[in-house]
């Protein structure tokens, strides 16, 4: 494996010619040319996806570790290669960014993207911080025409359109719950998102001081760099992992607003192992809309799975791999039960993502949902840690 400072010299020698020297005009029918910031696990099956969708030329790679770089160019081989994402920013032929870097450094990097005249695919949660979700809408709004999609690929799901029809139907009655949980198990010895940390994390081939931008001060730690969903510095843990997933299908089918208050509870059960962020948790979001949505999670058995109910006095939506609608029969005794069934194409969210940017519409998860999303997902957050329930204060947007 090249060391950073001889993929730097490798890079140098190519990178003039690079460059382009004006803002690209897009056609309807171009091909659109893309970049990822963030080549790591996650950041390449979005970069497969981009792949694999029609009229798109996968053209740039910037990460700050020399290993990720050297693999993804095996996918995409006649792509640049970035340890500065700036560099990659700086390609005006670079129509679309995809951003899947820690949650600490999507504002930077979604922020830079934006003022560089770049669409945006920025993976979940959108924003690590209330300042930084701030800081991330200012961008937005000063950037005119560009398209965003935040990565929560169930609003992308043909059951968005399968809950619409259930809830316009008039036969949920009055919702005042939505019960989710999110269940998963490893093998004993094998904690869920522990990596290993090889012999070439070293400062010579990681980009420390990128890894840590705005969080605090650290002297170097490879285990930190690769499991930072450990830590607090870094990662909103499961909340910012799978909570916010099922918590954005719900705001963008219901147009549920941020809550007015919320408390989580739990500790580090079972995995020992050094993190930070819990592996057993529970979660209740009072929304302004008069709905208690609750959401419970675990890292030590699998046995419920990952589904949500939606808990109306006249029916219930019943949401896992399959979409139903079951009726309350004290109040609907004539009622019956109907099965979602509109399909999910394959790519649905990429492809999506794609399609606005030609066609100027909004996304599927615009960026108003992801700023709501972020928001509730770090008063979770915020009230796991301060041992308190939280408030939201709308007037001056702020966690109380």
Not at 14 to 20: D, I, K, P, Q, S
Not at 201 to 220: C, D, R, V, Y
Not at 281 to 309: I, K, R, Y
Not at 332 to 337: M, Q, T
Request: aromatic fraction near 10%; include cysteine.
């Amino acid at each position: 494996m090249q060391s950073r400072r001889n993929f730097l010299g490798k890079v140098a020698t190519g990178l003039a010619g690079t460059l382009a020297t004006g803002s690209r005009v897009l056609g309807a029918n171009d091909r659109l040319r893309l970049g990822i910031i963030g080549a790591g696990d996650r950041g390449m099956q979005i970069v497969r996806e981009a792949m694999e969708c029609p009229g798109t030329d996968f053209v740039a790679f910037a990460d700050i570790y020399t290993k990720r770089l050297e693999s993804a160019l095996k996918v995409a081989p006649g792509a640049k290669s970035y340890l500065n994402y700036q560099d990659l920013l700086d390609d005006k032929s670079i129509d679309a960014v995809l951003i899947a870097t820690p949650q600490h450094l999507h504002a930077e990097h979604f922020v830079a993207a934006l003022e560089a005249g770049k669409h945006v695919y920025q993976e979940k949660t959108m924003a690590f911080t209330v300042e930084h979700a701030k800081k991330m809408r200012a961008a937005y709004r000063n950037a005119g025409k560009r398209t965003v999609q935040i990565g929560h690929q169930s609003c992308s799901s043909g059951q968005v359109a399968d809950a619409a029809n259930f809830l316009s139907s008039g036969n949920l009655g009055k919702i005042t719950a939505i019960h989710a949980h999110m269940f998963r198990n490893t093998p004993n010895g094998k904690p869920q998102w522990s990596r290993p940390v090889y012999p070439d994390m070293t400062p010579e081939n990681i980009i420390w001081k990128s890894f840590l931008g705005g969080a605090p001060q650290h002297e170097f730690d490879a285990n930190r760099y690769v499991n930072w969903r450990f830590f607090w510095d870094y990662s909103g843990g499961n909340v910012y992992e799978n909570m916010c997933h099922q918590v954005s299908f719900w705001y963008k089918v219901m147009g549920l607003q941020i809550p007015k208050s919320v408390n989580m509870v739990g500790g580090i059960y079972l995995w020992k192992d050094g993190r930070e962020v819990p592996d057993t948790m529970s979660v209740a979001l009072e929304q302004p809309e008069d709905v208690l949505f609750t959401w419970d999670s675990g890292f030590g058995n699998n046995q419920l799975g990952v589904s949500e109910d939606v808990l109306g006095s006249d029916g219930t939506i019943s949401k896992s791999q399959q979409i139903r609608y079951t009726p309350q029969k004290v109040n609907r005794p004539d009622g019956s039960e109907m099965v979602g069934s509109t399909p999910t194409p394959p790519r649905a969210h990429m492809q999506n993502f794609l399609n606005c940017i030609r066609g100027g519409k909004p996304t599927n998860c615009p960026f108003d949902l992801g700023f709501r999303v972020s928001i509730a997902c770090r008063m979770a957050v915020e009230s796991y840690r301060q041992g308190r329930t939280v408030k939201w204060d709308q007037a001056k947007e702020e966690i109380v």
